[in-house]
């Protein structure tokens, strides 16, 4: 539905290709349509659920990430099949260019999961086709019945932490000391994420990755680590990133991301990308311009902060 405009836009300090609205509402009608026409073996059917949103992502070899891709991705999730959702950014841009009678329907502000501010949702009416459903899915509707609803990709909040000068500490304590240290660590660790809503999914070594709900719970939890370790004379390095990943598996490119940000950071750092920090605007949460990196086997330069 989106492609990248010949021009490049500069957003702080990255370059950017700006995302402009490429297929008429039109192309979005035929899909529904022709799902709804389609006659599905043994009296099934397919629904789909599509989110579109006007922004400026950051390209990488793999697609595109950042906030406005997480936006869109929000704005999708909260619908069931046979749903056309959009942005008021995709709204303001497609009302007057409306053809063969379709409209928008005004569905208010929702707080959606991992968006800092609430966002104004607009439907797309499409003559024949069902306008009615249940209430969209939100932070406010959590508590609703779901089932049967596929989870597919969804917004995460990832954090990395690695002990710094672990290889050294091999050598100078010996493997039994060693591994007494690492339990201690591994275990320290474990109960700080846990208080702040954290789950470890992936522990290689002195290693942990972790996901969240939340981009501030995260950040907390980064500063609860760094502080906890010190106990074990112990100093970490972390990193945080937001992105989609699969509901059943946490991997691919924002998870990629996760741990080379944290191979950024120095000692006893908690370091964010520009996503994150984006994601808990109006938290109070203060940050350091770290600067422009290049990230290894990313493309581009991204642009990492300091929460302080």
């Not at 972790?210 to 981009?215: N, S």
């Not at 938290?283 to 642009?303: M, N, Q, V, Y």
């Amino acid at each position: 539905m989106l492609r990248p405009a010949d021009d490049l836009d500069q957003l702080h300090g990255i370059r950017r290709p700006q995302l402009v609205l490429h297929t008429p509402s039109s192309e979005r009608m035929t899909i529904q349509r022709a799902l709804t026409a389609e006659t599905w073996p043994q009296d099934g059917a397919v629904r789909v659920r599509i989110g579109i949103h006007t922004g400026e992502p950051i390209r990488t070899a793999e697609g595109y990430t950042g906030l406005d891709v997480i936006r869109g991705a929000c704005i999708k999730d909260a619908g069931l099949g046979g749903q056309v959702f959009l942005s008021k950014s995709t709204a303001v841009l497609t009302e007057h260019t409306l053809i063969d009678g379709l409209r928008l329907r005004d569905l208010g502000e929702y707080r959606l999961k991992g968006l800092p501010q609430p966002e104004r949702i607009f439907q797309l009416l499409i003559p024949n086709l069902p306008a009615d459903f249940p209430p969209l899915w939100s932070l406010d509707t959590r508590g609703s019945d779901r089932s049967g609803v596929e989870l597919g990709r969804v917004l995460t909040t990832l954090l990395s932490c690695d002990m710094v000068g672990a290889s050294a500490r091999i050598v100078a304590l010996g493997d039994r000391r060693w591994l007494d240290l690492q339990r201690e660590y591994i275990a320290l660790v474990r109960d700080t994420l846990a208080r702040h809503g954290g789950e470890a999914i992936n522990i290689v070594g002195d290693e942990i990755l972790a996901k969240f709900d939340g981009a501030g719970a995260a950040i907390r939890c980064g500063f609860a680590i760094r502080d906890a370790v010190l106990a074990l004379k112990v100093a970490v390095k972390i990193g945080i990133h937001a992105g989609e990943v699969e509901a059943t598996e946490v991997s691919g490119i924002t998870a990629v991301t996760c741990v080379r940000i944290r191979a950024i950071a120095q000692p006893g750092e908690v370091l964010v990308s520009g996503t994150v920090k984006e994601l808990v605007t109006g938290s109070g949460i203060t940050f350091t311009d770290r600067g422009t990196h290049a990230i290894k086997e990313l493309p581009a330069e991204w642009r990492l902060f300091a929460p302080v």
